[in-house]
């Protein structure tokens, strides 16, 4: 059941506690932090798949942990591995070179970093170290974890407080051995009293401990983190293991509900930008376990978890742009980041790994930090393209459509199903996305600025901002007004990989105030190299239905014809019916404090006085 809930939540933060202490004396040094009012929004399982249910005992986490560190990552094994590659791999070589590099301008730079940024500097300079046996890299590395450690707290939500525990975590267990004991005190009761105290208090019931229930981005990061930080302590001494053996536990229960959302197909609920947070950090978490434990009781295992980044693969527009919605940042060509390669090993996928490498090479870009922590090499060898057409079944479905693969200026759509109460999501159910010629033509425009009075408040103040709003959207709008903000969708119809593919969303319950019945079809003919999108309205109240599509393109009007122009290439989008329907154009710009939206338009379709059945059909074609 779709609920929101507003939550003014308290959260217990520790001072600074002397190992030994008395769990009274600890109690009585607490420093109560308000968290600013946050809204929690409690989404439904996933209708493909019930969660797995993981129950494990402290035994099984505390009879496991390898004794050494590291013990998560750079591990001896992996070093060595690394090292036997090395002498004859040209490609690790240069990714190597890459990461020392990048390893040297963390040693010289005086940026000033949180936590959360400082992630990638931590592995960095952790494989340098072990790398080379600078102590340069470790240096810096541990200056920054003692400045860390003795803050009074990490953050009043819990996600900084993940942020910060995955950092000075991942950094204590790579530089253990390098520490002298009082800074290895000093980082592990930091660890414990600003990230391990409140994780425990959120497992036992604190409010701020919401993330535990969630199926988003918050449930794999803090999750992850919590799992890190308490294997990164768990040591001879049984005040230590304590905490991975509380841990552990609870948080790989409370992962499943996340990772159940990648069921059935690999789509992500809340858009390719945080899938990419959620998933390289969920990674981050099943490669600590199965290193320090030799297991991640099963949540890798999870269906379609080794399809996800295939979903990440389609969403790639023809001339490299990564596709997305909900709070996304659009328009930037997708990088390399690794996960691909942790994918494709962890599932003997050699496509995914191949797909990493080229990416990297023709993105001229050096290598990420994951694409050595995961390093697998590439293997020569001939694969069948990939279907131009995909259909990802989940929480929050998507299919995308192209002429053929490996064309820059392809044409490509995708389109979106789900529910409007998703975390992030937008009031988008049925938008879409089309490039041609190299260019997007449709777009979305993302987020708003997360700082907006209310943004996240789902229940009503979140729509009434232009972005997450429908009016916004390239989807169908009747009246003006925004979808039903309790709305869901399915596909109701799917023929993909076909000379002509088309398919159908039930969007009813978003028009359910104005219309009986709704559906949205998507087709696309492949060798006219045209797109149909038809909307089809059963019961219609007497209305005003509209179709929309925003673009940055230039626009010129010929009554049922309208032509695109961007960079001297043009496309035509024309109204097939209602016999006398004409265009509009309409301005996207805003005012601050919102996004302005400079030079983005909205091409209409207008139909008033509307009743019964109707149809908008349009067509867009080269």
């Not at 505390?62 to 036997?84: A, G, Q, S, Y």
């Not at 999501?425 to 879409?432: N, T």
């Not at 059945?613 to 074609?621: F, S, T």
């Given at each position: 059941m779709k609920k929101i809930i507003l939550v003014s939540l308290i959260v217990c933060v520790s001072t600074l506690l002397a190992v030994g202490q008395t769990d009274s004396a600890r109690q009585k040094k607490i420093e109560l932090i308000k968290y600013e009012k946050i809204?929690?929004?409690?989404?439904?399982?996933?209708?493909?798949?019930?969660?797995?249910?993981?129950?494990?005992?402290?035994?099984?986490?505390?009879?496991?942990?390898?004794?050494?560190?590291?013990?998560?990552?750079?591990?001896?094994?992996?070093?060595?591995?690394?090292?036997?590659?090395?002498?004859?791999d040209k490609v690790l070589q240069k990714y190597v070179k890459d990461i020392l590099t990048e390893a040297e301008k963390i040693y010289k730079s005086t940026e000033k970093k949180d936590e959360k940024k400082f992630l990638t500097d931590m592995?960095?300079?952790?494989?340098?170290?072990?790398?080379?046996?600078?102590?340069?890299?470790?240096?810096?590395?541990?200056?920054?974890?003692?400045?860390?450690?003795?803050?009074?707290?990490?953050?009043?939500?819990?996600?900084?407080?993940?942020?910060?525990?995955?950092?000075?975590?991942?950094?204590?267990?790579?530089?253990?051995?390098?520490?002298?004991a009082d800074t290895r005190n000093t980082i592990r009761v930091g660890i414990v009293k600003n990230g391990l105290y409140p994780g425990i208090a959120a497992y036992d019931g604190a409010p701020f401990g919401?993330?535990?229930?969630?199926?988003?981005?918050?449930?794999?990061?803090?999750?992850?983190?919590?799992?890190?930080?308490?294997?990164?302590?768990?040591?001879?001494?049984?005040?230590?293991?304590?905490?991975a053996g509380k841990i552990v536990p609870e948080a790989v229960k409370s992962m499943a509900t996340a990772f159940n959302e990648y069921a059935l197909d690999g789509a992500y609920p809340e858009g390719t930008g945080y899938w990419g947070y959620a998933t390289s950090v969920g990674i981050l978490g099943l490669e600590a376990m199965q290193n320090a434990l030799n297991t991640d009781f099963g949540l890798s295992k999870f269906e379609g978890f080794d399809k996800t980044y295939y979903f990440r693969w389609h969403l790639i527009a023809p001339n490299g742009i990564g596709s997305t919605y909900a709070d996304c940042t659009p328009g930037y060509p997708v990088r390399?980041?690794?996960?691909?390669?942790?994918?494709?090993?962890?599932?003997?996928?050699?496509?995914?790994?191949?797909?990493?490498?080229?990416?990297?090479?023709?993105?001229?870009?050096?290598?990420t930090i994951y694409d050595v922590l995961f390093f697998q090499p590439k293997i020569s060898t001939t694969f069948e393209l990939l279907p131009t057409d995909a259909y990802f079944k989940g929480p929050v479905e998507v299919a995308t459509m192209r002429t053929e693969w490996n064309n820059?200026?392809?044409?490509?759509?995708?389109?979106?199903?789900?529910?409007?109460?998703?975390?992030?999501?937008?009031?988008?159910?049925?938008?879409?996305?089309?490039?041609?010629?190299g260019e997007c033509w449709f777009f979305e425009l993302g987020k708003e600025e997360y700082s907006l009075a209310d943004y996240f408040d789902m229940h009503g103040q979140r729509w009434k901002y232009f972005r997450a709003g429908s009016l916004s959207h390239n989807v169908p709008v009747i009246n003006e007004m925004n979808q039903n903000m309790y709305a869901t969708s399915k596909f109701s119809e799917v023929k993909i990989n076909q000379s002509v593919s088309s398919v159908k969303i039930d969007l009813s319950e978003a028009y359910k105030d104005y219309a009986t019945a709704m559906f949205r079809t998507l087709t696309m003919d492949k060798l006219a190299q045209k797109v149909l999108i038809t909307d089809d309205y059963s019961g219609l109240k007497k209305s005003t239905v509209s179709w929309r599509g925003l673009t940055d393109a230039k626009i010129k009007l010929d009554g049922k014809i309208a032509v695109?122009?961007?960079?001297?290439?043009?496309?035509?989008?024309?109204?097939?019916?209602?016999?006398?329907?004409?265009?509009?154009?309409?301005?996207?710009?805003?005012?601050?404090?919102l996004k302005e939206n400079k030079g983005f338009n909205i091409l209409k379709v207008e139909v008033p006085n509307q009743t019964g059945d109707v149809q908008i059909k349009m067509e867009i074609a080269l």
């Amino acid at each position: 059941m779709k609920k929101i809930i507003l939550v003014s939540l308290i959260v217990c933060v520790s001072t600074l506690l002397a190992v030994g202490q008395t769990d009274s004396a600890r109690q009585k040094k607490i420093e109560l932090i308000k968290y600013e009012k946050i809204y929690v929004i409690k989404t439904p399982e996933n209708p493909y798949k019930k969660t797995p249910l993981i129950q494990i005992s402290s035994s099984d986490v505390l009879l496991k942990i390898k004794k050494e560190h590291p013990r998560m990552f750079v591990t001896n094994d992996r070093i060595h591995e690394l090292k036997k590659q090395f002498s004859s791999d040209k490609v690790l070589q240069k990714y190597v070179k890459d990461i020392l590099t990048e390893a040297e301008k963390i040693y010289k730079s005086t940026e000033k970093k949180d936590e959360k940024k400082f992630l990638t500097d931590m592995l960095v300079l952790g494989f340098a170290y072990r790398w080379t046996d600078d102590s340069r890299f470790a240096e810096k590395a541990t200056n920054f974890m003692l400045e860390s450690s003795t803050k009074s707290y990490w953050g009043v939500e819990f996600l900084p407080i993940a942020d910060a525990a995955l950092t000075i975590g991942i950094g204590y267990d790579i530089f253990y051995n390098y520490f002298d004991a009082d800074t290895r005190n000093t980082i592990r009761v930091g660890i414990v009293k600003n990230g391990l105290y409140p994780g425990i208090a959120a497992y036992d019931g604190a409010p701020f401990g919401w993330f535990k229930d969630v199926r988003h981005n918050w449930n794999i990061v803090c999750n992850s983190a919590l799992i890190i930080s308490s294997l990164a302590i768990a040591e001879e001494d049984v005040t230590f293991n304590y905490f991975a053996g509380k841990i552990v536990p609870e948080a790989v229960k409370s992962m499943a509900t996340a990772f159940n959302e990648y069921a059935l197909d690999g789509a992500y609920p809340e858009g390719t930008g945080y899938w990419g947070y959620a998933t390289s950090v969920g990674i981050l978490g099943l490669e600590a376990m199965q290193n320090a434990l030799n297991t991640d009781f099963g949540l890798s295992k999870f269906e379609g978890f080794d399809k996800t980044y295939y979903f990440r693969w389609h969403l790639i527009a023809p001339n490299g742009i990564g596709s997305t919605y909900a709070d996304c940042t659009p328009g930037y060509p997708v990088r390399p980041e690794g996960i691909a390669l942790w994918l494709g090993g962890q599932f003997n996928d050699q496509r995914l790994v191949n797909f990493e490498h080229d990416l990297l090479s023709s993105s001229k870009r050096a290598a990420t930090i994951y694409d050595v922590l995961f390093f697998q090499p590439k293997i020569s060898t001939t694969f069948e393209l990939l279907p131009t057409d995909a259909y990802f079944k989940g929480p929050v479905e998507v299919a995308t459509m192209r002429t053929e693969w490996n064309n820059p200026n392809a044409v490509y759509v995708n389109i979106k199903a789900g529910y409007n109460q998703v975390n992030h999501g937008h009031l988008d159910l049925g938008r879409f996305e089309y490039y041609a010629l190299g260019e997007c033509w449709f777009f979305e425009l993302g987020k708003e600025e997360y700082s907006l009075a209310d943004y996240f408040d789902m229940h009503g103040q979140r729509w009434k901002y232009f972005r997450a709003g429908s009016l916004s959207h390239n989807v169908p709008v009747i009246n003006e007004m925004n979808q039903n903000m309790y709305a869901t969708s399915k596909f109701s119809e799917v023929k993909i990989n076909q000379s002509v593919s088309s398919v159908k969303i039930d969007l009813s319950e978003a028009y359910k105030d104005y219309a009986t019945a709704m559906f949205r079809t998507l087709t696309m003919d492949k060798l006219a190299q045209k797109v149909l999108i038809t909307d089809d309205y059963s019961g219609l109240k007497k209305s005003t239905v509209s179709w929309r599509g925003l673009t940055d393109a230039k626009i010129k009007l010929d009554g049922k014809i309208a032509v695109l122009e961007k960079k001297g290439k043009t496309i035509q989008v024309k109204i097939l019916s209602p016999a006398n329907a004409r265009f509009s154009v309409q301005s996207a710009e805003q005012k601050l404090p919102l996004k302005e939206n400079k030079g983005f338009n909205i091409l209409k379709v207008e139909v008033p006085n509307q009743t019964g059945d109707v149809q908008i059909k349009m067509e867009i074609a080269l």
